[in-house]
């Protein structure tokens, strides 16, 4: 699976994990650890979107039918228990209905994803009957699973996912600039789009790290206009001004024109080309 998570949980979390599954082995169960506001939480939201994506290439695409599902809370093939709202979240019964759920076919994804978050609740019965399927998963299942700290689970449980950390504190990256950007987008004139990009046409780095995050909120942005409440980029005010004031097609077409200005700089672009024509892109997108 060519996943696409860079940027995503702090500590290299979406790097590392983007690793695991490139490979021809990809784990059926992961763990992510880390507190809460880490990014676990939007990490495993990602994780689940990528896997029932219907893309050839990176995934999550945030455009095809299996991720606008996904990102909605609606994908048939995605079932998330959530113990860090509720506590009670994982009975016994819960965790042996989705035993026999694991084996039937999935609905319309290439794999069936549960979504467990903060199993540090779950009980030891629970635990126990959660290993029985780990021990033997069926091919195309995958569990995510997200917790305080592995220590919270059974050394048994433990031993059959594979663990990710994701560092502690919030999110490093400084979002101030892609926010302000994001919403020059919006702006008839485009004097303060082009503006904002200035900073960025002598340091090519940040201006991949802009253009990531800018990437994370179209995807937002579409997200909430296709019904769906969570946010990846945690940008919520930002992601749901955009979503209110462009079309769903623009939106899709501004991901398209990051995502080309984002190939366009690993081939080493000239930057300040690269900022006036993308700027030029977003300011072209349709029904704006
Ligand atoms: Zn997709």
Redesign the pocket.
């Known amino acids: 699976m060519n996943l696409r998570l860079d940027g995503l949980g702090a500590g290299g979390a979406g790097e590392n994990l983007s690793l695991a599954f490139s490979g021809g082995r990809m784990p059926h169960a992961v763990l992510l650890e880390g507190e809460p506001g880490s990014g676990t939480f939007r990490l495993a939201a990602a994780l689940a979107e990528a896997a029932v994506?219907?893309?050839d290439g990176g995934?999550?695409?945030?455009?095809?039918a299996?991720?606008v599902k996904a990102l909605a809370g609606s994908h048939p093939d995605i079932l998330t228990l959530d113990g860090d709202k509720n506590p009670r979240a994982f009975p016994v019964d819960a965790i042996r209905k989705i035993r026999a759920d694991a084996y039937i076919r999935p609905n319309e994804a290439p794999r069936k994803v549960f979504v467990l978050l903060g199993v540090q609740n779950m009980s030891e019965v629970s635990q126990n009957a959660l290993l029985k399927i780990l021990e033997e998963p069926p091919d195309n299942v995958l569990f995510v699973l997200t917790a305080v700290s592995a220590a919270a689970l059974l050394p048994t449980v433990r031993s059959r996912v594979q663990r990710f950390p994701v560092a502690g504190g919030s999110l490093p990256e400084d979002w101030a600039q892609a926010e302000r950007l994001a919403r020059a987008v919006t702006d008839s004139g485009g004097a303060a789009l082009l503006f904002g990009t200035a900073g960025l046409v002598g340091d090519r780095e940040k201006f991949r790290g802009i253009l990531k995050q800018l990437l994370l909120l179209f995807r937002d942005a579409l997200a909430l206009r296709s019904g769906g409440t969570a946010c990846l980029s945690g940008r919520d005010e930002t992601a749901r001004a955009l979503g209110g004031g462009l079309t769903r097609r623009s939106l899709v077409r501004m991901m398209e024109e990051t995502e080309r200005a984002l190939h366009a700089l690993e081939r080493n672009a000239n930057t300040a080309l690269l900022a006036t024509a993308y700027c030029a892109g977003l300011r072209s997108a349709p029904g704006r």
Request: proline share 9%; aromatic share 0%; hydrophobic share 10%.
């Open positions: 994506c219907l893309s995934k999550p695409c945030g455009r095809c299996g991720c």
